[in-house]
């Protein structure tokens, strides 16, 4: 089985040989089996635990390449006019946030969804693509600056 020991973060020579589609949560990724869209198995092996991003590359041992395409997944929309307010709360509990002009977007979470409302929020259920805002010291996730 080929092993990936790098991820490249720009590719403009080479194609790549496959495809794996990843959720947010398993974008975040030290050392693990997985299976490309096209059935490349292969395992990840990284020194460290990386978060990876869509159109990043896994790059095997044998030189290909496999791209990283941002699987849909469910997620709460949540609207209003006071989007700042809802926006602290969430930051308040280390939440990934995907933060847009007149929109959010958080994973699906009931006690949220509930803390939302409560908050006058507008909410709707959608499944899309999850790209969170990274972390405040640079590291990728809003969990990683250390205290």
Known sequence: ???SFKIIHHNN???AFD???LSYEERFIRRKKLI???????L???EE???VDENHYFELDNGKLIKVISKEEN???ITGDNLKQIIWHIGNRHLPCQIEENRILIQDDAV???MVLKLHGNVKKVFEKFKPEGGAYGMGRTHSHKH
């Open 49 to 51: 635990t990386v978060s």
């Open 112 to 114: 949220i969804l509930d």
């Open 19 to 21: 495809e794996i589609s």
């Open 75 to 77: 997620l709460i929309e």
């Open 36 to 42: 490309a869209n096209n059935g490349t198995e292969f």
């Open 13 to 15: 020579d080479k194609e």
């Open 1 to 3: 089985m080929d092993t």
């Open 44 to 46: 990840v092996n990284l």
